[in-house]
């Protein structure tokens, strides 16, 4: 199973010589292009028979579609694509020999791939680290109420610096932290993890001792993002606490209220990041999605401070709709696809679920858990938490690979540059149980028209589209790939 997945080196240089010329890719000067990643593993972004105007050669199975790409079917921009840059991933990454390493870089990072614009990065440890836990200001275990003892260590230091090379190719990158846990002196069980009791931040909240920690916390952000900066890696965002109801005792977690994580965004963290002169924005939330009663308490307290929510997709009864929702209540209040896992067990097209539902319900980016890992979905903490959390990019023996979910959150992060305009759209457009026929569709800043669709089906089908502009374009979607149309500017 796994071997299906991996796709080969070999395959990526033939992938390189069958790329279009440089004329193909001026997009106002050609026609339409289609590109395709499938199931099978013998598309990865690669050049299809391109759709054409008009109604084509219908076949048996042809879906309708229409895009209003006109002022009137604007939705969200496009903020970008990308994953977590977790401990595993810096790790692994940096076995590789520095030419490789810009190699896979620059696949990442520009047109030549993905063109990942949007970053995830853990502050200190998360599950994805090796031994030992660690926060950035652990001393010791001794209270550091002033932060003397704050230090990226090694590894944050490292992360900066990846994270830092990753701005260096591409300026358009977006990077928000989370932590999985503040430092153990600042919390009520005195710990990063090994302990559920208790497992809260010291901040009087349950406790009725006063704020104690809270102005701590607060500057341990500003710090951390001070630390970052002066390695060349801006953080334009952070989340307060990642998964806030989730308190487990085998890897750093940390429990917070909503009617805290309000008070400590309105009172202490967001002021704190104003006072430094950071421009760095406050993301509420960090989970899923079956308890948007969370960031609508969190705005009920922090709204001055709060520019976005962030969503998770491990919800049993998962339902993109509720960002839909949420946008309803909230119209101002930006909206991200912060973590979904990618196991190598995953669906073919796991990854362009999790990337076509919250961008088809006004998210403005997506995020996969994680960037990159050994062979081993490494390494990750021995004591507990994800041990089959596998990379977008494997590295193995020097030399790395994309995994299918690369493929296919390329297949919206290539074509759908930062600054797009998300359109909205009828017919199998908003086809709702995730399976069939789904598709999303942006006005690109060059004028250009994307149309992302993914099939599940095992036959290949066609596709009729029609535009509020008054164009029709119709080709055909190979079985169980995601095919992405790229129209020419009206
Ligand atoms: C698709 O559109 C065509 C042309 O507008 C129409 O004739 C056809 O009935 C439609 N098919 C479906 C399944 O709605
Ligand atoms: C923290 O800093 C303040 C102000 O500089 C100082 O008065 C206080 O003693 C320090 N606390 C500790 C624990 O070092």
Redesign the pocket.
């Known amino acids: 199973m796994r071997g299906l997945l991996l796709a080969s080196l070999v395959g990526q240089a033939a992938f390189c010589v069958a790329l279009p010329s440089e004329a193909a890719h001026s997009p106002r000067a050609a026609g339409a292009q289609a590109y395709a990643s499938n199931s099978a593993g013998n598309y990865k972004l690669s050049s299809i028979a391109a759709p054409v105007q008009g109604n084509g050669s219908p076949g048996p199975s042809t879906w309708n579609l229409s895009i209003d790409d006109t002022s009137s079917g604007y939705k969200q921009k496009i903020t970008g694509f990308g994953a977590a840059v977790t401990d595993a991933t810096v790790t692994s990454f940096n076995e590789l020999s520095s030419s490789t390493l810009n190699e896979l870089l620059n696949e990442l990072m520009t047109s030549a791939g993905a063109n990942f614009a949007l970053m995830r990065h853990t502050i200190g440890a998360s599950d994805l680290s090796g031994d030992p836990a660690y926060t950035y200001d652990d001393n010791g275990g001794n209270?550091?109420?002033?932060l003397?003892g704050f230090n990226l260590g090694d590894r944050g230091t490292a992360m900066a610096t990846m994270l830092a090379k990753m701005k260096g190719l591409n300026s358009n990158l977006k990077i928000f932290g989370s932590p999985w846990s503040a430092p153990g002196w600042m919390k009520l069980n005195n710990a990063i993890d090994g302990n559920t009791n208790n497992n809260n931040l010291n901040d009087g909240y349950l406790t009725n001792n006063g704020p104690q920690y809270s102005s701590a916390f607060a500057q341990y952000f500003v710090k951390y993002i001070q630390a970052f900066q002066s390695h060349g890696a801006t953080i334009d965002a952070i989340t307060l606490q990642n998964e806030p109801l989730n308190s487990q005792a085998g890897y750093p977690t940390m429990y917070m209220f909503s009617y805290e994580q309000g008070d400590l965004i309105q009172n202490y963290v967001g002021p704190a990041l104003k006072s430094a002169g950071l421009g760095t924005k406050i993301w509420a939330y960090d989970h899923n999605t079956d308890q948007a009663v969370y960031p609508e308490q969190v705005l009920g307290i922090a709204a001055d401070y709060v520019s976005a929510v962030a969503w998770h997709c491990y919800a049993t009864n998962l339902d993109w709709t509720v960002l839909t929702n949420f946008k309803n209540q909230f119209p101002n209040v930006e909206q991200y696809m912060t973590e979904c896992w990618t196991p190598s067990t995953g669906a073919w097209n796991q990854a362009a679920s999790f990337t076509m539902g919250p961008l088809q319900n006004w998210a403005s980016g997506v995020a996969a858990w994680t960037l990159g890992t050994t062979a081993q979905d490494g390494p990750h903490l021995s004591s507990g938490g994800c041990g089959t959390c596998t990379g977008l990019v494997t590295i193995n023996n020097g030399q790395y690979t994309f995994q299918t979910a690369y493929y296919m959150m390329a297949q919206f992060s290539k074509f759908m540059p930062v600054g797009a305009t998300v359109l909205s759209g009828t017919g199998s457009y908003t086809y709702s149980s995730g399976g069939g026929v789904q598709s999303v569709a942006s006005l690109n800043p060059d004028g250009t028209r994307t149309v992302v669709i993914e099939n599940t089906f095992s036959n290949d089908i066609y596709i009729h589209l029609t535009t509020q502009s008054g164009q029709e374009w119709s080709g055909n979607v190979p079985s169980e790939s995601v095919t992405t149309w790229v129209l020419p500017a009206v």
Not at 143 to 146: E, F, G, I, L, Q
């Open positions: 209270a550091d109420p002033n003397t």
